[in-house]
């Protein structure tokens, strides 16, 4: 399948590595864009944005990138804490003062960002009806009691994360997430980057797609829908469960028998407000425009990686203030996923939920999206990319696609 873009030629690896996943049929379409110090150095796309009309991936074929949506959430909360109207060490019920029931007087804003809050799943079924009505989301999750004591461990909130931080700014700013990406993040630095799509982007976007299916629990909601167990399997770890030699009691093996259960913490995370009851899942409109905080980007590969840019050039937030946020503050086993995550305030910072190649162990952060999204920023090597697509790795089977670009990035520098 034809390719197109370009890239400089000390970057012609990363090249090959991306045309060699269309032609061993591991892409639908996709598309890849780096940075170096500012400069565009890879700029790539191809295959097809709809498998069923064959609409091609365009150079500005944006597509719902995920959970690549918690690193553009937390910056949003930092800015907020740089103007002084949001203290991240504070409890949460200084600003959300309903929040403060059921043992959760004493959790912070930090815990929030960080995964610690012992809220990862919604307990009461959200109604389709409901899924725009995000306060409304976040009122049922104030109303909870925590899973753990908050503070004591962490556990990937997969989509809570959104609705509780989200909440959060909405009570400090009185505006969405969306709302002040829009008018001073994306707008402001022209980058494709929303979160909440408006109609003319989601037309365009790209249809997400399943991968193949092994060992998924039920099928697909629709053709264009990931399987049930891709839809709750962890998008941080899709990169890390083909490596073989698992065995039970080992994390990676918990993590994929997890997946395939429908009550697992894992699948519950995942699993509300369900968005299979949609026809064609995350494909459906409403998911596009609802802006989720934790999931609801819609993207180009090179706005995702122009955020990361300007986020390392210090255009977004002041360099200290960045330094602090991936400054890790959590590392180890993950009470949702099993295996050892690291966040800093939002940020992933290099784990197996978020593989990273050895020059960028120290300095990379970012955050991962369920079937394969990468979002990756790097101020010690200058380093700002994102990769985008639509054929939706199984978490469980598992998909090395961004991390070997990530990889051929490195070794080119």
């Known amino acids: 399948?034809?390719?197109?873009?370009?890239?400089?030629?000390?970057?012609?690896?990363?090249?090959?590595?991306?045309?060699?996943?269309?032609?061993?049929?591991?892409?639908?379409?996709?598309?890849?864009?780096?940075?170096?110090?500012?400069?565009?150095?890879?700029?790539?796309?191809?295959?097809?944005?709809?498998?069923?009309?064959?609409?091609?991936?365009?150079?500005?074929?944006?597509?719902?990138?995920?959970?690549?949506?918690?690193?553009?959430?937390?910056?949003?909360?930092?800015?907020?804490?740089?103007?002084?109207?949001?203290?991240?060490?504070?409890?949460?019920?200084?600003?959300?003062?309903?929040?403060?029931?059921?043992?959760?007087?004493?959790?912070?804003?930090?815990?929030?960002?960080?995964?610690?809050?012992?809220?990862?799943?919604?307990?009461?079924?959200i109604p389709v009806e409901e899924f725009e009505d995000q306060p409304a989301i976040a009122d049922r999750l104030a109303g909870q009691e925590p899973i753990w004591e908050p503070g004591t461990a962490h556990g990937y909130h997969a989509l809570t994360y959104g609705f509780l931080v989200g909440e959060v700014i909405r009570r400090v700013s009185g505006k969405s997430v969306g709302e002040i990406v829009s008018a001073e993040i994306s707008g402001p630095l022209g980058l494709e980057l929303w979160v909440g799509a408006p109609d003319g982007v989601a037309a365009r976007a790209a249809r997400l797609s399943a991968g193949e299916r092994r060992g998924a629990s039920a099928p697909p909601a629709s053709p264009d829908a990931p399987p049930a167990s891709s839809q709750a399997a962890p998008e941080a770890v899709s990169t890390v469960a083909e490596l073989p030699g698992r065995e039970p009691g080992d994390p990676i093996h918990e993590m994929a028998r997890a997946s395939l259960d429908r009550d697992s913490l894992m699948n519950r995370a995942l699993g509300n407000p369900?968005?299979?009851?949609?026809?064609?899942?995350?494909?459906?409109?409403?998911?596009?425009?609802?802006?989720?905080?934790?999931?609801?980007?819609?993207?180009?590969?090179?706005?995702?990686?122009?955020?990361?840019?300007?986020?390392?050039?210090?255009?977004?937030?002041?360099?200290?203030?960045?330094?602090?946020?991936?400054?890790?503050?959590?590392?180890?086993?993950?009470?949702?996923?099993?295996?050892?995550?690291?966040?800093?305030?939002?940020?992933?910072?290099?784990?197996?939920?978020?593989?990273?190649?050895?020059?960028g162990a120290d300095s990379a952060f970012g955050h991962t999206g369920l079937g394969g999204f990468l979002g990756l920023g790097d101020p010690g090597h200058g380093l700002g990319m994102g990769y985008t697509m639509n054929k939706m790795a199984d978490a469980v089977s598992g998909s090395l696609r961004a991390h070997r670009l990530a990889e051929a990035v490195y070794d080119s520098l």
């Open 1 to 125: 399948m034809d390719t197109y873009g370009w890239c400089d030629p000390r970057f012609r690896r990363v090249r090959e590595v991306f045309d060699g996943h269309f032609a061993d049929g591991e892409e639908l379409g996709a598309a890849f864009a780096v940075f170096l110090d500012g400069e565009p150095v890879v700029d790539l796309w191809g295959g097809v944005a709809d498998r069923h009309s064959g609409r091609p991936w365009e150079r500005d074929t944006p597509a719902l990138a995920y959970s690549c949506t918690k690193a553009v959430t937390a910056t949003v909360a930092l800015l907020l804490a740089e103007r002084g109207l949001l203290d991240v060490a504070a409890p949460v019920a200084d600003v959300w003062p309903e929040f403060a029931r059921k043992g959760k007087e004493r959790v912070t804003v930090e815990h929030l960002l960080t995964h610690q809050a012992g809220l990862p799943v919604i307990e009461e079924p």
């Open 274 to 359: 369900p968005v299979h009851r949609l026809k064609g899942g995350a494909n459906h409109p409403v998911v596009l425009r609802a802006g989720w905080p934790a999931m609801g980007a819609v993207t180009t590969a090179r706005g995702l990686a122009g955020f990361y840019r300007d986020l390392v050039a210090g255009r977004i937030l002041r360099p200290a203030t960045l330094r602090d946020a991936i400054r890790r503050r959590v590392h180890g086993p993950d009470r949702v996923l099993f295996v050892d995550s690291s966040f800093g305030l939002g940020y992933m910072r290099p784990a197996l939920t978020f593989l990273t190649p050895a020059r």
